[in-house]
């Protein structure tokens, strides 16, 4: 029989009078599933999560199209690794891991088709993916409102959370503040900003412009290009006549190929003016040319260089899967560690009903390839590890600082005091 497991809470009259006339749904075209319940909740939605079967649906959706391709399809392919480890090992409370999987093609539009389908058509127990925000933005209401679970695996500007998401990128005081901590020790006085047009860069420049309005450091110049852009003409040359210290880029997807291209031909050097990313990994270095971007600097929490016995195994099984000239990365480590992050909260709960597994995450912790990692069950955030590399001429990233412990998730930067205003609670 499907695992029914718990209610919903409604948020209007409108939809009680959906539950309360099933005919209503054929004529709305409305499907209503689920799974959790909350204390006070009056009404329930049946879920279609099957767990009678021996084997249990879980959702992959990343852009296997599109501009975001070019780093989607690895976190794709490391989501595959963590399914296959797991069901070699036994599976989950018994049960294989049956992965369904969906192209979000770079729009968010379709990300939010397709997590509709994954819930309420293929009955998936959660969904693995996404990658700009405005897919996630896009997404958080189908998971809130049909009260199902998202694992979202890649850093992003903060200033939120959800019951229904669980976020295992970094939030902004893990890697964004530890970046700009890093330039202002190496006495960096003013900033350039480069960004792709849509929510992260745009946030993520807004938290930038008060750090450096409270911390001494002019912002010289902002600007952005579409996703998908390759015509950095224009901005690299204001850059180059800006006199910045540093740059500070986010933007995302293939877009760095071109912008990297025109900042090397204009003469720019990581010597005299670095750029420091925070959307460039390894699979990116290897698209744009390391000898194009060596020297520059990024700030994640994983690098493939990370030395660990979890990372060697990692980096071992992966390039045994997917080639040994394909790199790991951060995004992709991330995504990997959500799988097992679910596997392990799923056993603590010794279910996989949606309110269990959000009552039972907190605490739950993983060996992971960057190190241990725990979750934050009042903000479904996980603990990370800043590191500041550099990019070197093998393609590879080396950290050349890192903070002294795993970092707290603070999302909405409220120990900060020129935070304030932003948007957090």
């Not at 992965?99 to 994954?118: Q, R, T, Y």
């Not at 060697?312 to 799988?339: H, I, L, R």
Request: hydrophobic content about 35%; aromatic content about 8%.
């Amino acid at each position: 029989m499907p695992d029914s497991c718990g209610s919903h809470r409604q948020r209007s009259k409108r939809y009680l009078r959906i539950m309360a006339a099933p005919t209503a749904l054929a004529v709305a075209g409305l499907v209503l599933t689920g799974c959790g319940s909350k204390a006070g909740d009056d009404t329930s939605v049946a879920s279609c999560v099957d767990t009678s079967k021996d084997t249990i649906k879980v959702g992959m959706l990343n852009s296997l199209s599109g501009t975001m391709a070019i780093s989607e399809v690895t976190v794709r392919d490391s989501i595959q690794l963590a399914i296959d480890q797991i069901n070699a090992s036994g599976g989950v409370l018994g049960k294989q891991i049956e992965p369904v999987k969906e192209d979000g093609a770079s729009e968010p539009k379709i990300f939010a088709e397709k997590a509709d389908k994954l819930i309420s058509s293929d009955c998936v127990a959660a969904v693995f993916g996404g990658w700009t925000s405005s897919s996630r933005k896009a997404m958080k209401p189908v998971f809130e409102g049909k009260n199902s679970l998202l694992y979202y695996p890649v850093q992003y500007e903060g200033l939120e959370d959800s019951k229904n998401i669980f976020y295992t990128g970094a939030t902004t005081n893990q890697q964004i503040i530890p970046a700009l901590d890093y330039l202002k020790e190496k006495g960096v006085k003013s900033l350039y900003l480069v960004g792709s047009d849509y929510v992260f860069p745009q946030t993520a420049n807004d938290e930038i412009k008060a750090y450096a309005s409270a911390n001494g450091i002019e912002i010289k110049g902002e600007d952005y290009a579409p996703l998908g852009s390759t015509d950095f003409s224009t901005i690299v040359n204001k850059v180059r006549t800006s006199g910045a210290g540093a740059v500070f880029n986010t933007l995302n997807g293939d877009s760095n190929v071109a912008f990297f291209n025109e900042y090397n031909n204009a003469g720019l050097k990581a010597a005299e003016m670095p750029v420091v990313s925070v959307s460039i990994a390894e699979e990116e270095v290897k698209a744009i040319g390391a000898n194009v971007i060596a020297g520059q600097l990024t700030a994640w929490n994983y690098y493939q260089t990370v030395d660990s016995p979890e990372n060697k195994a990692f980096v071992d099984a992966y390039k045994a899967k997917f080639g040994a000239d394909k790199p790991t990365s951060d995004p992709m480590e991330a995504a990997y560690v959500s799988v097992y992050l679910w596997k392990n909260t799923v056993e603590k709960a010794k279910s996989f009903a949606v309110k269990d597994i959000q009552d039972n995450a907190d605490g739950v912790t993983f060996a992971a390839p960057e190190g241990l990692v725990t979750i934050d069950g009042s903000n479904h955030h996980i603990t990370k590890t800043a590191l500041i590399g550099e990019i070197k001429p093998d393609g590879l990233i080396y950290t050349v600082w890192q903070s002294p412990s795993p970092i707290k998730p603070d999302p909405y930067l409220t120990s900060y005091e020129w935070a304030k205003g932003l948007g957090g609670k």
